[in-house]
């Protein structure tokens, strides 16, 4: 067994483009949504410099990458010693334990430690690595296109109906392609799902069947779609469970509301610049509440490097509070660091008012997560669920199924998903 | 039904001219052979009859309708091409039947001229065989039964010999001749070889260059070509020429100083030539017949080809000019071997400096 | 020019037939231990290598990776399930409604497989004869437009998808035009007829020119006399297509045919780059769904994906084998002629 592994990966490596890391080498692959890339950059070379007898490599890859090839080098035995990654419970058996490789455990137990969970396997109590940052979902709209068509923004407990018809009398009034977007994503429609009082989670903590809150928004979504005010495009473009944002198109103005998350801030000053004035503003209502989902990156280390010693170094660098103070600040993230958060003052580097404005919104927002939502970056079938919804949802905007057959083949993937991995 | 008339006809591709000046009357039932070095537009001149090229300039007639504005298809012409041209993947049968179904002939009328023309030809073996099964004189018989089923008003044909072997040429010949006595339509017909015409044609129309030497019966070409090109042309071997000088008048013609000094006669018109005239002398090799010593021309031999009904004899005069001599029978000669010719003075034919026949010859 | 290589020629003559002197007697004494098929089986070692360990090892493994299920991409990770991942492929309440089967994503995919091979497959003939009929005719810049028709053929599968996807999407080159000329625009890559077409259209643009290179060899190849000759007896021009054109044209037309099929069955890049395989999945096809399903999808299942590329393999293999008879014919009837 050990000889045909080590020969497939031997394979393997010939077959993917990672390449060996020699001691005293660091790969650390990274995906940015907005200017992460550069603060990264810096702060690696700060180490290096720091510590020259480490190199760091670090590989900035598009999101797809991390996404899709990370597992497949990961199952062959390699790929990077560190990698910042979303996918974090469903491929958990793959990171490294850092607890003997780290100098102070129970510093990161003490700002990291709520969020263990999210990066383990279930039962698990090793210390894998720590959350970029936290991320939420909720909604941007923009201020300026409403003020244009005279329509004033709905009030912090507006629910989606409001929401949305006020975005399609912003989308009437200046002739816009559509009303608003969601990014297509399961994941992404798992905070309105829960705000109508869904629950994937049995009490043993198998998936349990699409109930009615899903099935609530997943109508409403699939009527906006249908009545041109959700632009039908971002679902209806890919198959399966491909993920596409709607960005672009509320950078380009063609949308009044756009339903993502804190991590787009970086990117919408960027890219949005003077362009119009935006806002941020939580996730709407259902009938249960006002959820988003909480979510984020987190740096981890793969079981399969090298250099763990090294490994630990660089993580413990890029852990330490002033490190995390200035990257949050730098990149506009929401911290997941205790401390950071505990000592507040965040000096957000940003002229735009507009961003610490956002910021703080989401800030609140927190304070809106039901449990249900709270419960799923730690569920280990989360990933599944989402991608029988999206995959499902979309067919349903396309006109290939009813809602009904949607709801039950969804039940039957993630069943599936759940069959195989017995 | 069957005379073609040309008046003018001339055809250029871009710069390169390729007929001038082209009249010829083509009279109903004959046989015409157009012949000429390659090169020299007869196969452009029946494409051009054909109608599948169009003249620069001039008319084409047929009996009397001016054709040039139809197109090929509507001329009521029949084709035999130097490469058959039939459709590969069709039947005998079918490849002739094809022109008469375009004509939406009643199937049994097509059935019967099929029938007829491969008995007439002998190919009623073959009606059901593909042209790729076939060999190449089966092949031509096929063309030519393609184009007889059609009724043409003429037939014209594009060397549909010189893709066989000798042997199968000269019976094919035969066959082509008897076919014209039977069906009495009018053929055009295209050859580089001066044999083909001279035995298939009733008569003979000679190109060079684009133009046309002289139209005549094949006896008549022979004996009384227009001009040196036709002269060398026709008649095989070809005709010995000599270069001479006019020295002045004998009774019924002039004398002509040629070879080392010699006096030739030749007929001449009275005031055709004048004294110191330049004269080109024109004597078949057919035509030499050995003499005793002193009697004749010596020649000093240089080759022979003993062939058994005859001998070819090529020599050199003294003077370096080269003949070519055939000796009936067979001649007991080696290289080096000299001996004497001699002509007749009818014989003789004579060329003015311009390469034409002299007047009166 | 001639001066400088006959000078380089001579330079390295000498080298060169040094190093040829020194090879020889080894070669030699090679050739006589092992004669020329052992040597010959030396020389294509290192490629039948190359072949056997990038093709005929992974199509192994992916047939036994077809038998096993699990959710581990590593192979002796996995369970052994027999013909399961087939019998979930193949079951079906209701062979023509995807609905009804299990595995609904898989006959959507052959269904639209199908649909798709039978029109682009019949169009681009079509369009090929006629682009070759046409490039076969004297016309001016003839050289310059067989270029223009063969060049989509040499881009990247990628670059024509994104090509088209910009002429068009919503805020695409297409709407565009249209609005300039007063009509509607449309929303063309979210209508499924639409984005079938389009898949469809932008697969024969991209793919025409080859084929029409090889009608057009075939056009070449009929003896001009042959047209001459339907003159000569009055054939109209359609019917000079009919009976003589298109029957001659014959073995070109298959060949174009069958190799069109076979790359029809495989059709993804293009696609997956113009429509992603939507909306929804209108214009998913085999290879989309294998990749989904193996790889990409957060519904991953390599085993399923397995069996279902063991199965489309199995399509193929006996298309290849039409295409090898159709050749082998061909050739036959070329040397009858």
């Not at chain 2, 002509?256 to 006096?263: K, Q, S, W």
């Not at chain 2, 071997?337 to 311009?354: G, M, P, Y």
């Not at chain 3, 109209?236 to 045919?257: A, D, E, Q, Y």
């Amino acid at each position: 067994m050990k000889i045909v592994k080590s020969v497939m990966a031997a394979l393997a490596l010939g077959l993917m483009s990672s390449t060996a890391a020699s001691a005293g080498d660091v790969r650390l692959m990274w995906y940015s949504d907005g200017v992460e890339g550069e603060v990264i950059k810096d702060l690696v070379g700060r180490f290096m410099k720091e510590n020259p007898d480490v190199n760091v490599i670090l590989d900035n890859v598009a999101y797809k990458v991390v996404q899709e090839q990370l597992p497949i080098q990961l199952e062959a035995g390699q790929g990077p010693d560190i990698a910042r990654v979303t996918n974090l419970k469903t491929i958990a058996q793959h990171w490294l334990d850092l607890t003997p490789h780290i100098k102070d455990p129970a510093y990161w137990q003490a700002n990291f430690g709520n969020e263990f969970d999210w990066m383990r396997p279930d039962g698990s109590k090793a210390i894998t690595g720590f959350m970029t940052q936290i991320t939420l979902t909720g909604g941007f709209a923009n201020k300026t296109l409403f003020e244009q068509a005279g329509v004033p923004l709905p009030g912090p407990k507006a629910t989606w109906d409001e929401w949305v018809d006020a975005a399609a009398k912003v989308q009437a009034s200046q002739k816009l392609p559509a009303a608003f977007a969601i990014d297509r994503s399961g994941h992404r429609i798992s905070g309105p799902n829960v705000s109508y009082g869904a629950n994937y989670i049995k009490p043993d903590g198998s998936p349990a069947p699409v109930d009615a809150g899903v099935k609530a928004f997943a109508e409403k979504l699939v009527k906006w779609t249908a009545e041109g005010k959700h632009m039908k495009e971002v679902w209806v473009s890919a198959a399966g469970s491909t993920y596409r944002a709607a960005a672009e198109d509320f950078i380009n103005a063609q949308i009044a509301y756009y339903y993502s998350g804190s991590w787009q801030i970086a990117n919408l000053e960027t890219k949005i610049g003077n362009s119009f004035d935006w806002v941020a503003t939580g996730t709407p209502c259902g009938t249960k509440g006002c959820s988003g989902l909480a979510g984020g990156a987190a740096l981890v280390a793969i079981k399969y490097t090298k250099n763990p010693k090294d490994v630990g170094r660089v993580m413990d660098f890029l852990a330490r509070e002033d490190i995390v103070k200035e990257f949050t600040e730098r990149t506009l993230f929401l911290p997941a660091h205790k401390g950071v958060i505990a000592k507040g003052n965040l000096d957000f580097k940003s002229n735009n008012p507009a961003v610490k404005a956002a910021l703080q919104k989401y800030v609140a927002a927190t304070a809106d997560i039901m449990p249900a939502a709270a419960a799923l970056p730690a569920w280990k079938w989360a990933t599944p669920y989402y991608g029988a919804l999206v995959t499902r949802i979309s067919q349903v905007m396309a006109g290939e199924l009813k809602l009904d057959e949607a709801f039950a083949r969804m039940d039957k993937d993630i069943a599936d998903q759940v069959a195989q991995a017995k | 039904m069957g005379q073609i008339t040309l008046s003018g006809i001339s055809k250029n591709f871009g710069a390169v001219q390729v007929l001038e000046g082209i009249d010829l009357d083509i009279r109903k039932g004959e046989l015409v052979v157009f012949v000429g070095p390659s090169g020299c537009g007869k196969s452009t001149l029946l494409r051009l009859i054909a109608g599948l090229d169009k003249p620069t300039g001039g008319t084409i007639a047929i009996d009397g309708r001016d054709v040039t504005p139809v197109p090929a298809a509507d001329r009521g012409l029949a084709m035999v091409f130097q490469s058959y041209a039939l459709y590969p993947h069709m039947s005998v049968r079918q490849n002739m039947a094809f022109g008469l179904e375009n004509a939406h002939l009643p199937r049994p009328e097509i059935d019967a001229r099929i029938a007829e023309a491969s008995r007439m030809l002998e190919i009623a073996k073959l009606l059901d065989r593909r042209p790729g099964q076939l060999s190449g004189g089966q092949r031509q018989r096929v063309a030519i039964g393609r184009a007889i089923v059609r009724n043409p008003t003429a037939f014209l044909l594009d060397e549909p010999l010189s893709n066989l072997d000798a042997e199968l040429r000269v019976s094919m010949r035969a066959e082509l001749a008897a076919l014209h006595q039977r069906l009495g339509t009018t053929m055009v017909y295209v050859t580089h070889d001066q044999v083909e015409a001279m035995t298939l044609a009733d008569r003979i129309v000679v190109l060079r260059a684009g133009r046309i030497e002289q139209v005549d019966t094949p006896l008549a070409l022979f004996n009384a070509p227009a001009n040196v090109f036709v002269a060398g042309f026709i008649g095989a071997p070809n005709m010995n020429f000599i270069q001479g000088v006019v020295r002045g008048p004998v009774e019924g013609g002039v004398a002509v100083t040629a070879f080392d000094g010699r006096v030739v006669p030749v007929d001449a018109a009275a005031g055709a030539l004048a004294p110191g005239d330049a004269v080109t002398l024109g004597v078949r090799p057919h035509h030499l017949r050995r003499v005793g010593p002193d009697e004749g021309l010596p020649v000093t031999v240089h080759l022979v080809e003993a062939l058994g009904a005859e001998t070819v004899v090529h020599g050199r005069t003294a003077e370096g000019q080269r003949i070519l001599a055939v000796l009936a029978g067979q001649e007991p000669l080696a290289s080096g071997d000299v001996i004497a010719l001699a002509f007749e003075r009818r014989q003789t034919h004579a060329f003015d400096k311009d390469g034409l026949r002299v007047a009166g010859n | 020019m001639a001066g400088v290589l006959g000078r380089a020629a001579g330079v390295l003559a000498a080298p060169v037939a040094w190093a040829a002197a020194l090879v020889d007697r080894p070669m030699r004494a090679w050739q006589n231990a092992t004669g020329t098929n052992g040597m010959a089986a030396v020389f294509l070692a290192p490629n039948m290598l190359i072949f056997g360990v990038f093709v005929l090892f992974p199509l192994v493994i992916n047939i036994a990776y077809s038998m096993t299920g699990g959710t581990a991409l590593f192979l002796p990770d996995r369970t052994f399930v027999g013909a399961a991942q087939y019998e979930r492929l193949l079951s079906c309440a209701d062979y023509t409604d995807p609905k009804t089967c299990e595995e609904d994503q898989f006959w959507i995919a052959v269904r639209n497989t199908g649909v798709f091979v039978v029109f682009q497959v019949a169009l681009m003939t079509v369009v090929a004869v006629v682009t070759a009929l046409i490039l076969n005719r004297e016309i001016r810049g003839r050289s310059f437009w067989r270029a223009v028709f063969f060049f989509p053929v040499l881009l990247s599968p990628v670059v024509v998808g994104l090509i088209w996807r910009w002429i068009l999407q919503r805020d695409g080159l297409l709407n565009a035009a249209l609005f300039q000329l007063g009509f509607t625009p449309h929303v063309w890559l979210t209508d499924r007829f639409w984005a079938f077409a389009a898949a469809i259209g932008v697969s024969i643009w991209a793919h025409v020119g080859f084929y029409a290179l090889i009608v057009l060899a075939g056009l070449q190849a009929i003896p001009k006399d042959l047209y001459e000759a339907a003159e000569m007896d009055g054939t109209k021009p359609g019917r000079v297509f009919w009976r003589i054109t298109l029957p001659l044209l014959m073995p070109n037309l298959l060949v174009v045919i069958v190799l069109a099929l076979i790359r029809a069955v495989q059709i993804f890049d293009e696609v997956f780059v113009l429509t992603g395989g939507g909306p929804g999945t209108s214009t998913m096809f085999l290879t989309q769904y294998i990749y989904e399903v193996g790889f990409a999808s957060l519904l991953k299942n390599p085993g399923l994906a397995s069996a279902a590329s063991i199965l489309m393999g199995g399509v193929l293999v006996v298309l290849t084998l039409v295409q090898l008879a159709v050749a082998r014919r061909n050739e036959a009837k070329g040397k009858r002629q």
